[in-house]
């Protein structure tokens, strides 16, 4: 952090910012030049609040050099993280096929539909048991009972289970259910969630990206949960909005070189929510898997036209079987094991 002070300064009243700064525990270097001073500030920065500093009388700005993320940066923790899911790792060379319905219905129906995906290739089952829906009025999900089903498709197929937690009243049941924990867009800054999460989650986070969030408040976001006590983070991108309204979300590709630089968690995709159409997410799923991402989740359904949500977009297991099978040619090519 760079504090440049206002020019005609004097000694005095630098020295009180540099002692305010010190007692925080960092280190201090002054730059005394000709009409301006500065000062770097080197240390934990997150201790201090710049906004505090820069409405002192004397400071002109402060800067920030570096990330305001530790746990999460890639600077501080070089390798790739991989995350152990029941078994199943996510990150490094390893690619994470997560798929499922985008809400529970039925145990016929995920038993059925994790069946299918298991012997595509799927390695983790997904089904929304509490569902963040913009209308009331619309199917809320199947809760406690939706997880039960999901814990007997897990039973009959072997396949871990991810399901999304909407409050923190619910995290010692999932902590005994699921394996994989979402957290969706719509939570992503719901800081007093994250908290808890982090404090209390004893099983992997699966972070998505705000619908209109910039890399560095996702970011924020995994690190407060990694802050609060639970280190196992993965990522998913699954589109942001824009002003293209023909398409559900625009998939940022670009999230996965960028994630990749900034931090050290595994980065997966989910093209389902990004295009909201099902025959967006095959080439979708294929480029992202050329760009390097850790894994893809895909909703998949065995009567899309039935679905209680998000049918549109859709696989069919058929389709679903067809794409892993065309995407495990090209995961050979970036490194990655299927
Ligand atoms: C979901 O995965 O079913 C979901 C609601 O996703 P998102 O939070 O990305 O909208
Ligand atoms: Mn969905």
Redesign the pocket.
Known sequence: MIIVFKPKVNEEEVKKVVEQVETKGLTTHLVVGEGVTICGVIGDTTKVDPKQIEVLPVVEKVMHVGEPYKLANRAFHPDDSIIDVSGVKVGGDHLALIAGP??VESKEQVIEIAKAAKAAGANLL?G?AF??RTSPYAFQGMGSEGLDILVAAKEATGLPIVS?LMSAEYIEEFNEKVDLV?I????MQNFDLLKEVGKRCTKPILL??G?SSTYEEWIMSAEYIMASGNPNVIL?E??VRTFETYTRNTLDLQAIPVIKRLTHLPIII?P??AGGKWWLVEPMAKASVAAGCDGL?I?VHNNPECAL??GPQSLKPKKYTELIEEIKDIAKIVGKEV
Request: with cysteine; aromatic share 0%.
């Open positions: 985008c809400s997904r929304g569902k963040p999304e979402q969706g867009a719509r939570n998505k990206r619908l998913c699954r589109g989910d389902s929510h989740m909703e949500c998000d």
